[in-house]
């Protein structure tokens, strides 16, 4: 039996998920398998160009349900980027800007350590002053920031904040429109406190992404690739997606997937896979 259309509107293809198609590839794949939205990357929208990528989405009807990513906050020379990130989401009318905050100043993703601050309260510090900086600039051109708690196991090199708790908190202060946060999966399954955090995130209005894959065991040696299609983990999405429906979210559901097997598929194929286990796991629950 096919996969009806209705049961796909909320599904988003994350480009990541098929890393070997460009954009205008991935825009044609999601076209194809009746998608409607697609989460975007920036360095593969600097390769298709701007311009030519609002035109593709635009001429294909898709919504573009994040553009990934903002931040690295923690490091001194954040702002520059960071606007042109925003102004990037605007011209493409993401639905938010996805910030990846950083982790500990000059530890850098991938590279020995060198020189290095084990200051961790400092660095979260900086990231509220940076977010001081940035929220303003991002109100003014009506995007929304979305701030991404990741794994802890992540804490050093790509993000200080690693609960939903804490996202929510950084958030505060801000309009819900301007600086909401990132529900994915993979990152906030092991909290005990993730399904009080996500009623609070829908409380506050704040939920401005849901992003679903699995979580393997055992992660293999690079644990950045550690993310599995959905079923093929440990993760329980019926209840995290129970939860986040419970809390109001009806927005797009983003399935983003780093992993070296999927990558070397072929990528219709994984798009297929996609749909079944979504209608399966997640549309259902």
Same mark, same amino acid.
């Given at each position: 039996?096919?996969?009806?259309?209705?049961?796909?509107? !909320? *599904?988003?293809?994350?480009?990541?998920?098929?890393?070997?198609?460009?954009?205008?590839?991935?825009?044609?794949?999601?076209?194809?398998?009746?998608?409607?939205?697609?989460?975007?990357?920036?360095?593969?929208?600097?390769?298709?160009?701007?311009?030519?990528?609002? /035109?593709?989405?635009?001429?294909?009807? $898709?919504?573009?349900?994040? $553009?990934?990513?903002?931040?690295?906050?923690?490091?001194?020379?954040?702002?520059?980027?960071?606007?042109?990130?925003?102004?990037?989401?605007?011209? $493409?009318?993401?639905?938010?800007?996805?910030?990846?905050?950083?982790?500990?100043?000059?530890?850098?993703?991938?590279?020995?350590?060198?020189?290095?601050?084990?200051?961790?309260?400092?660095?979260?510090?900086?990231?509220?002053?940076? $977010?001081?900086?940035?929220?303003?600039?991002?109100?003014?051109?009506?995007? !929304?920031?979305?701030?991404?708690?990741?794994?802890?196991? #992540?804490?050093?090199?790509?993000?200080?904040?690693?609960?939903?708790?804490?996202?929510?908190?950084?958030?505060?202060? #801000?309009?819900?429109?301007?600086?909401?946060?990132?529900?994915?999966?993979?990152?906030?399954?092991?909290?005990?406190?993730?399904?009080?955090?996500?009623?609070?995130?829908?409380?506050?209005?704040?939920?401005?992404? #849901?992003?679903?894959?699995?979580?393997?065991?055992? *992660?293999?040696?690079?644990?950045?690739?550690?993310?599995?299609?959905?079923?093929?983990?440990?993760?329980?999405?019926?209840?995290?997606?129970? /939860?986040?429906? /419970?809390?109001? #979210?009806?927005?797009?559901?983003?399935?983003?997937?780093?992993?070296?097997?999927?990558?070397?598929?072929?990528?219709?194929?994984?798009?297929?896979?996609?749909?079944?286990?979504?209608?399966?796991?997640?549309?259902?629950?």
């Amino acid at each position: 039996m096919g996969l009806g259309r209705l049961s796909l509107k !909320r *599904l988003s293809l994350n480009q990541w998920t098929t890393r070997r198609w460009t954009v205008a590839e991935a825009v044609d794949g999601c076209v194809r398998h009746g998608l409607e939205a697609i989460g975007l990357w920036r360095q593969e929208v600097a390769a298709q160009g701007l311009d030519e990528t609002v /035109a593709l989405v635009g001429n294909a009807g $898709l919504r573009v349900s994040s $553009l990934c990513r903002g931040g690295f906050l923690t490091s001194p020379d954040f702002e520059a980027d960071n606007r042109l990130a925003v102004d990037e989401a605007a011209a $493409l009318g993401a639905a938010c800007l996805v910030m990846v905050v950083g982790g500990l100043p000059g530890v850098v993703p991938g590279e020995p350590l060198g020189e290095i601050s084990r200051d961790l309260p400092a660095a979260r510090a900086r990231v509220a002053e940076a $977010l001081a900086v940035l929220a303003p600039y991002a109100a003014e051109r009506g995007v !929304r920031l979305a701030l991404e708690p990741l794994h802890p196991v #992540y804490c050093a090199d790509r993000a200080v904040l690693s609960t939903l708790g804490q996202a929510l908190d950084l958030a505060a202060p #801000y309009a819900p429109e301007t600086v909401g946060v990132v529900i994915d999966t993979f990152h906030v399954w092991w909290d005990p406190q993730v399904f009080e955090q996500i009623a609070r995130a829908g409380a506050e209005g704040r939920i401005a992404s #849901y992003q679903v894959c699995d979580f393997l065991s055992p *992660l293999p040696a690079d644990v950045l690739l550690g993310r599995g299609m959905m079923g093929d983990g440990v993760i329980d999405f019926g209840s995290l997606t129970g /939860a986040v429906t /419970a809390a109001g #979210y009806a927005g797009d559901v983003e399935v983003e997937i780093f992993n070296a097997d999927v990558w070397a598929a072929d990528p219709d194929d994984v798009v297929s896979t996609m749909k079944a286990r979504y209608v399966s796991l997640i549309e259902g629950a």
